[in-house]
């Protein structure tokens, strides 16, 4: 199996630290409306993405850096209908009243 060597786990560890400061830049820059929306993407992403860094070690498998990743994006879409469901319920009651 092929695993992450120590320049490869540097080289993504720093990927996903410049991706978040670079959005953070983006967010808080005050001159275009279109570079903080990119900014705010960018965050979301990049605090998605941010929970692989424990697993971003030399010698993890590569399977195991996509399965983690496979699980993260899992959990985000149940919250995400769960939010959803919550919000369709509420639009639900607010009809009824």
Known sequence: MSTLSAKS???SRGVVLTISVAALVMVFQP???IVFAIGCV???ASALVFNLMPILQEGVRWALVGRAA???L???A???A???AATYGYVLYLQAQ
Do not use: E, G, R
Request: hydrophobic content about 90%; overall charge neutral; proline content about 0%.
């Open 9 to 11: 786990a540097t080289f």
């Open 31 to 33: 001159f275009s409306i």
């Open 42 to 44: 960018l965050a979301f």
């Open 70 to 72: 496979l699980i993260i």
């Open 74 to 76: 899992a959990v985000f």
């Open 78 to 80: 149940v919250i995400f």
């Open 82 to 84: 769960l939010a959803v």
